[in-house]
């Protein structure tokens, strides 16, 4: 009798310890959400600059997919919607990035990375003024952001 009741003790801490395991899963909670989806992000930014586009935009899908559950989780981070609108943009969605990116602001409007992508929408999208904008916002902040948006600008005068 002993050595059934130490069975079952020992078979409900495997359980509940399989059970801990799994609910801390890419699929379960915001962060896990958010690092995978991020993560798939810069997976699909090396496939592109090795020009193996089709296989970039698959994992743009899949990235967009997770921070959007990451973002209904938690709507109150700008990095979900930073990653979520540029991968939206990587995919020729302009009109659900920019959403994003708005939202992302509506949060931190001093955000960096939003403030570049979006300007880099609006380049895109020939809408080189609104881009300004986001070059006078992040002027003064010492960082490529700012480097990177203002190269673009210039390009597309």
Request: hydrophobic share 35%; glycine share 8%; charged share 30%.
């Amino acid at each position: 009798m002993k050595k059934i009741f130490f069975l079952l003790i020992v078979l409900l801490i495997a359980n509940s310890s399989l059970a801990a395991g799994s609910s801390s899963s890419d699929d379960g909670n915001k962060a896990g959400l958010y690092k995978s989806g991020k993560k798939l992000v810069y997976r699909a930014k090396k496939l592109e600059k090795k020009g193996k586009i089709e296989k970039a935009l698959k994992l743009y899908s899949k990235a967009s997919d997770k921070l959007l559950k990451a973002y209904n989780k938690d709507n109150k981070n700008p990095d979900i919607l930073n990653y979520l609108g540029y991968s939206l943009r990587k995919m020729g969605d302009f009109k659900k990035a920019e959403i994003y990116y708005l939202k992302g602001l509506d949060l931190d409007s001093g955000h960096l990375g939003i403030n570049e992508y979006l300007g880099e929408l609006y380049v895109q999208t020939n809408r080189i003024d609104l881009a300004k904008g986001r070059l006078a916002i992040l002027k003064g902040c010492n960082c490529e952001e700012y480097d990177e948006l203002k190269e673009l600008i210039e390009k597309n005068k």
